[in-house]
């Protein structure tokens, strides 16, 4: 049976084929096969996968990437009707359509705690994570960078599988002791969009965007002094984990980041031996069986390997989180005590506060420029000119003034090039009324600065109202740029644009876990692209200032591979648990978080249970481990087939045993959420069952401290846990009673708490969130 299916593939793969698989309705799709079919006349599951090419006569091979490591099986351009073809054959587990992904587009150290200088903590006692490897997923590496650079530092360790992939532009010497492998993939890329220009692109492992270099050297950057972006954040550059080593996977394009080789880089980076993979890319949420950053990444779990991902950048609103499966570690993103003020004067006198990170030459000091509005000016369809897109400023209108545009649809330092090439002297970016007064700073083509939501409001009215008025004055405006600001309270905040929960995919489950530093970061920056990254800037920099949920996860990955190296027989789950358990939720004036977007108190929803506290994530006291059978069992929980939990776990399941024993919000997560549907019934109620393993001192005694959500009763039983020995594990239950509330048909009602172990000298604490739900 087994060979036939090799010869159905065959002729389905082959030009022959009644429907080409390279024609305009063909798709990319990912085919799990059934491993343990393998024809004997075949060495290896590649060769089985790959022998089908032999008979090809296309110039373009159909199958585009084999998997033999987080996964089984190949990707290949298939027609609907293939696909269905394939699904049907019985050595066919599933068939996955692809997905494009796109990027979640230093002082942060020093925030954290993390000092080189101290004898004792996290760095010390990890050796700054030197023997381990993070592989980061992304757009490339630009390895010349000095933090990049491999002084002082060990030999490559002797696990280590990987290569240096060369080429024209980067050849194997790019690779050191520090950078310990590259590879790119691109045949998912290609399969769709034809051959990538290579004047544009590099087919290499070499970085043409910045943002791999960026994230790389969050998460590993060796120390280097000078650092700044034109002269901002001025100091010492340092990743998290400053001797960990580094392999570069480079699966992002031009135009965009696709699933096939997604998960090409997360089977080869498992099978080259790293110990966290980083990934700050995402995409549409949807069931984990069809997500292929998911499976790889239970591929990766399931060899020990710590995945951290982002959250997005859909904030502020609701269930806009995304990379949520509950064997990843999702990051949303804080800011950090550091800001670049930018302050718009208007002629009236008022100041605007607003941030940037512009360094080239600035508007001529006391002097005020004409002011005006793009969605305002004349000739324009009002809507594009209020954006600043391309095509929608006439020259004549913006000459020698400062102009207003809206934020969205292109970049703000897109809209600098079109104001500056239409001949503005300036520009204030205005945020809309969904970014709230959230900012990021960027390092504009022009002098420029960006405001939020109710200053750019306010500046509106201004120049509405002196365009109307009679007198001879116009509004006029400057931008006031004061450089690099320390020391700012309150921090950290929950950023504006860091996606936020429930979880779209499984509410039980709260995502994100954590949120890091993400606003205003510096890192290491290629040296081909200016740091606007506009392609006319010409500017060039060793680092730059990003920001974004992006920026966040690799601060996450680092801190893993620390946790890793001090504590090298952690699992995934229980570094995870520690960085959750030890999360802080009060800023550095001692108040309770705030959200940036609305100036108002953050929540679960937005932080998950926390900011990181990496000292304290050292020394937990107790974590929540979880096994990849766990997994299974909550994914049977879940609802999903036989089928379905094959392809996320190349596992079969019985679930009939794991439906017996629990529910879905039983897997052994560090926080507790439960949705309740009101159905009519006045009381409700559920139980949570947890484990913790003791990780600090051996007669130990915990004691239960909880503060219930608003309007709900929570027991905990027991009350106190005595631990004999470290590894012990002890378990307990948390039941959760709850009555009605009035709400319209569709509505909800979250209310949050916490669970605190306490011995006195640790608190592992958990976030426990309440949601009542009103049916349509």
């Given at each position: 049976?087994?060979?036939?299916?090799?010869?159905?593939?065959?002729?389905?793969?082959?030009?022959?084929?009644?429907?080409?698989?390279?024609?305009?309705?063909?798709?990319?799709?990912?085919?799990?096969?059934?491993?343990?079919?393998?024809?004997?006349?075949?060495?290896?599951?590649?060769?089985?996968?790959?022998?089908?090419?032999?008979?090809?006569?296309?110039?373009?091979?159909?199958?585009?990437?084999?998997?033999?490591?987080?996964?089984?099986?190949?990707?290949?351009?298939?027609?609907?009707?293939?696909?269905?073809?394939?699904?049907?054959?019985?050595?066919?587990?599933?068939?996955?359509?692809?997905?494009?992904?796109?990027?979640?587009?230093?002082?942060?150290?020093?925030?954290?705690?993390?000092?080189?200088?101290?004898?004792?903590?996290?760095?010390?006692?990890?050796?700054?994570?030197?023997?381990?490897?993070?592989?980061?997923?992304?757009?490339?590496?630009?390895?010349?960078?000095?933090?990049?650079?491999?002084?002082?530092?060990?030999?490559?360790?002797?696990?280590?599988?990987?290569?240096?992939?060369?080429?024209?532009?980067?050849?194997?010497?790019?690779?050191?002791?520090?950078?310990?492998?590259?590879?790119?993939?691109?045949?998912?890329?290609?399969?769709?969009?034809?051959?990538?220009?290579?004047?544009?692109?590099?087919?290499?492992?070499?970085?043409?965007?910045?943002?791999?270099?960026?994230?790389?050297?969050?998460?590993?950057?060796?120390?280097?002094?000078?650092?700044?972006?034109?002269?901002?954040?001025?100091?010492?550059?340092?990743?998290?984990?400053?001797?960990?080593?580094?392999?570069?996977?480079?699966?992002?394009?031009?135009?965009?980041?696709?699933?096939?080789?997604?998960?090409?880089?997360?089977?080869?980076?498992?099978?080259?031996?790293?110990?966290?993979?980083?990934?700050?890319?995402?995409?549409?949420?949807?069931?984990?069986?069809?997500?292929?950053?998911?499976?790889?990444?239970?591929?990766?779990?399931?060899?020990?390997?710590?995945?951290?991902?982002?959250?997005?950048?859909?904030?502020?609103?609701?269930?806009?989180?995304?990379?949520?499966?509950?064997?990843?570690?999702?990051?949303?993103?804080?800011?950090?005590?550091?800001?670049?003020?930018?302050?718009?004067?208007?002629?009236?006198?008022?100041?605007?506060?607003?941030?940037?990170?512009?360094?080239?030459?600035?508007?001529?000091?006391?002097?005020?420029?004409?002011?005006?509005?793009?969605?305002?000016?004349?000739?324009?369809?009002?809507?594009?000119?209020?954006?600043?897109?391309?095509?929608?400023?006439?020259?004549?209108?913006?000459?020698?003034?400062?102009?207003?545009?809206?934020?969205?649809?292109?970049?703000?330092?897109?809209?600098?090039?079109?104001?500056?090439?239409?001949?503005?002297?300036?520009?204030?970016?205005?945020?809309?009324?969904?970014?709230?007064?959230?900012l990021v700073a960027d390092c504009h083509v022009l002098p420029a600065t960006s405001v939020g939501a109710s200053g750019g409001d306010e500046i509106r009215r201004y120049i509405?109202?002196?365009?109307?008025?009679?007198?001879?004055?116009?509004?006029?405006?400057?931008?006031?740029?004061?450089?690099?600001?320390?020391?700012?309270?309150?921090?950290?905040?929950?950023?504006?644009?860091?996606?936020?929960?429930?979880?779209?995919?499984?509410?039980?489950?709260?995502?994100?876990?954590?949120?890091?530093?993400?606003?205003?970061?510096?890192?290491?920056?290629?040296?081909?692209?200016?740091?606007?990254?506009?392609?006319?800037?010409?500017?060039?920099?060793?680092?730059?200032?990003?920001?974004?949920?992006?920026?966040?996860?690799?601060?996450?990955?680092?801190?893993?591979?620390?946790?890793?190296?001090?504590?090298?027989?952690?699992?995934?789950?229980?570094?995870?648990?520690?960085?959750?358990?030890?999360?802080?939720?009060?800023?550095?004036?001692?108040?309770?978080?705030?959200?940036?977007?609305?100036?108002?108190?953050?929540?679960?929803?937005?932080?998950?249970?926390?900011?990181?506290?990496?000292?304290?994530?050292?020394?937990?006291?107790?974590?929540?481990?979880?096994?990849?059978?766990?997994?299974?069992?909550?994914?049977?929980?879940?609802?999903?087939?036989?089928?379905?939990?094959?392809?996320?776990?190349?596992?079969?399941?019985?679930?009939?045993?794991?439906?017996?024993?629990?529910?879905?919000?039983?897997?052994?997560?560090?926080?507790?959420?439960?949705?309740?549907?009101?159905?009519?019934?006045?009381?409700?109620?559920?139980?949570?069952?947890?484990?913790?393993?003791?990780?600090?001192?051996?007669?130990?005694?915990?004691?239960?401290?909880?503060?219930?959500?608003?309007?709900?009763?929570?027991?905990?039983?027991?009350?106190?846990?005595?631990?004999?020995?470290?590894?012990?594990?002890?378990?307990?239950?948390?039941?959760?009673?709850?009555?009605?509330?009035?709400?319209?048909?569709?509505?909800?009602?979250?209310?949050?708490?916490?669970?605190?172990?306490?011995?006195?000298?640790?608190?592992?604490?958990?976030?426990?969130?309440?949601?009542?739900?009103?049916?349509?």
């Amino acid at each position: 049976m087994a060979f036939f299916f090799f010869l159905f593939l065959l002729t389905l793969l082959s030009p022959s084929s009644s429907s080409s698989s390279n024609d305009l309705n063909s798709l990319t799709y990912i085919v799990h096969v059934d491993h343990e079919a393998k024809p004997s006349i075949f060495p290896t599951h590649r060769h089985w996968y790959t022998s089908s090419l032999a008979s090809l006569t296309s110039s373009t091979p159909s199958i585009i990437h084999t998997y033999d490591t987080v996964f089984h099986g190949f990707s290949a351009r298939l027609t609907s009707q293939e696909a269905g073809q394939l699904l049907d054959h019985p050595h066919v587990i599933s068939v996955i359509p692809e997905q494009v992904r796109h990027l979640h587009t230093t002082r942060s150290p020093e925030f954290l705690g993390l000092r080189s200088t101290d004898k004792a903590g996290l760095l010390e006692e990890s050796d700054f994570g030197s023997d381990l490897v993070i592989g980061v997923i992304d757009t490339g590496i630009w390895p010349e960078r000095p933090s990049f650079d491999d002084r002082g530092l060990g030999p490559v360790p002797i696990k280590w599988k990987g290569q240096c992939i060369s080429s024209q532009d980067f050849p194997t010497t790019a690779c050191n002791r520090k950078l310990v492998g590259a590879r790119f993939f691109c045949g998912g890329y290609e399969a769709t969009n034809g051959k990538m220009n290579e004047t544009t692109e590099f087919r290499s492992p070499r970085d043409s965007d910045g943002h791999g270099t960026h994230t790389a050297s969050i998460s590993a950057g060796r120390y280097v002094f000078p650092a700044s972006t034109l002269g901002y954040a001025r100091g010492v550059a340092a990743g998290m984990a400053p001797k960990a080593r580094l392999a570069a996977y480079k699966v992002c394009w031009n135009s965009g980041c696709y699933d096939s080789d997604i998960l090409a880089a997360f089977d080869t980076a498992v099978a080259d031996g790293v110990d966290v993979i980083s990934l700050s890319v995402g995409g549409v949420v949807v069931p984990y069986y069809l997500d292929a950053i998911a499976i790889g990444a239970f591929g990766a779990i399931d060899r020990g390997i710590f995945v951290s991902a982002s959250a997005g950048n859909g904030g502020p609103g609701a269930l806009t989180v995304t990379n949520v499966s509950p064997w990843m570690t999702t990051v949303g993103a804080g800011t950090i005590d550091r800001d670049f003020p930018a302050s718009v004067k208007l002629g009236n006198g008022k100041m605007i506060s607003g941030v940037s990170v512009y360094g080239g030459p600035g508007l001529d000091p006391g002097r005020m420029y004409p002011l005006v509005y793009g969605g305002s000016l004349l000739g324009g369809d009002g809507y594009s000119s209020s954006l600043c897109l391309e095509g929608s400023l006439d020259p004549n209108l913006v000459k020698g003034k400062i102009v207003l545009c809206d934020r969205g649809i292109n970049s703000r330092a897109t809209k600098g090039e079109i104001v500056r090439k239409n001949g503005g002297l300036g520009m204030i970016i205005a945020n809309g009324v969904f970014d709230g007064e959230g900012l990021v700073a960027d390092c504009h083509v022009l002098p420029a600065t960006s405001v939020g939501a109710s200053g750019g409001d306010e500046i509106r009215r201004y120049i509405s109202e002196s365009s109307k008025s009679r007198s001879s004055k116009k509004p006029t405006a400057t931008i006031v740029f004061k450089g690099t600001r320390l020391g700012i309270q309150p921090a950290p905040v929950v950023a504006s644009f860091s996606a936020r929960g429930p979880n779209p995919e499984t509410p039980d489950i709260l995502k994100p876990d954590v949120i890091a530093p993400g606003l205003n970061i510096l890192a290491a920056w290629p040296d081909r692209i200016g740091p606007s990254g506009v392609p006319s800037d010409n500017r060039r920099t060793e680092f730059n200032i990003l920001s974004g949920t992006s920026m966040a996860c690799p601060h996450v990955s680092g801190l893993a591979a620390l946790l890793k190296a001090a504590h090298p027989d952690w699992s995934p789950a229980a570094i995870r648990s520690a960085l959750m358990t030890t999360a802080y939720t009060v800023d550095n004036r001692g108040e309770q978080m705030m959200d940036e977007s609305t100036g108002n108190t953050s929540s679960v929803m937005d932080y998950g249970s926390g900011h990181v506290h990496p000292t304290k994530a050292m020394d937990p006291g107790l974590v929540y481990d979880i096994t990849p059978y766990d997994y299974i069992n909550f994914l049977c929980n879940s609802n999903y087939t036989g089928d379905n939990i094959v392809t996320i776990t190349r596992r079969k399941a019985d679930c009939e045993g794991a439906r017996r024993a629990g529910h879905v919000g039983n897997l052994n997560y560090p926080s507790f959420s439960v949705v309740f549907q009101q159905y009519g019934d006045s009381k409700m109620s559920t139980h949570f069952i947890r484990t913790v393993t003791n990780v600090g001192d051996s007669d130990s005694v915990y004691e239960i401290k909880i503060s219930p959500p608003r309007g709900t009763m929570v027991t905990v039983e027991p009350e106190k846990l005595s631990f004999r020995r470290v590894g012990q594990k002890l378990s307990f239950v948390v039941r959760v009673q709850t009555t009605e509330v009035k709400l319209s048909p569709g509505a909800t009602n979250v209310e949050t708490g916490h669970i605190v172990w306490s011995d006195g000298k640790r608190n592992v604490t958990s976030p426990l969130v309440v949601t009542l739900q009103q049916p349509l």
